[in-house]
């Protein structure tokens, strides 16, 4: 499972990185997948995740190099998706922005049994989720006032005015998404992995 997933995550990896549509995009884009990479290597060992949350990190990280190598107003079939006027790739991108980090938080908050009570612990991730967005919106922002109009595709508003709430929006989608089909699977894979007891 390691290796094979190493493999996914550096074929396309090197796929991004050849001749991108804007560099400096493909810089910007693909840094979280990168940073990721690293902080899951510095804590395979000490904290090791269940197969489910390895799994959907690496989507997560696909989703943004792909993004990098096309700029997300430019994926190809996300033209004019359901009739919009625009290319709607960044939607999934934040949609997985709140969907995966929502998991996250979750085995950790169960391992480390931070939030007994369930009702709260969802609470707590859907504002952890929500405020994840915001922050990523806020570094956008902090990029566009840095680098100018070469941020432009970075920032990939594409004209919409509503665009940062949207994105935030499709980020608590994902994490309610997360918490409302996925939570038994992971449940089982951390009783699996002797994280969680089936007796709880």
Not at 101 to 119: D, F, M, Q, S, T
Not at 157 to 163: I, P
Request: include cysteine.
């Amino acid at each position: 499972m390691k290796y094979l997933w190493l493999a996914i995550f550096f074929a396309v990896l090197v796929w991004s990185g050849y001749a991108p549509k804007d560099r400096l995009t493909w810089i910007l884009e693909v840094a979280p997948a990168i940073v990721g990479f690293v902080v899951l290597a510095v804590t395979y060992r000490s904290f090791r995740l269940t197969p489910l949350l390895y799994w959907l990190i690496l989507i997560h990280m696909i989703i943004l190099m792909i993004g990098g190598h096309y700029t997300y107003a430019e994926v190809p079939f996300f033209d004019h998706l359901f009739g919009s006027t625009r290319n709607n790739y960044d939607k999934l991108g934040h949609f997985a922005q709140g969907f995966v980090p929502a998991l996250i938080a979750r085995e950790v908050i169960i391992r480390l049994k931070i939030i007994p009570k369930r009702g709260w612990m969802n609470f707590f991730i859907l504002c952890f989720a929500l405020a994840l967005s915001a922050f990523y919106e806020l570094i956008e922002w902090w990029v566009a006032l840095v680098s100018g109009q070469a941020a432009e595709a970075f920032l990939g508003t594409q004209g919409y005015v509503w665009d940062t709430q949207s994105d935030m929006m499709f980020a608590l989608i994902g994490a309610v998404t997360a918490l409302l089909f996925v939570s038994g699977w992971h449940d089982r894979q951390l009783e699996r992995e002797g994280y969680l007891d089936a007796r709880r």
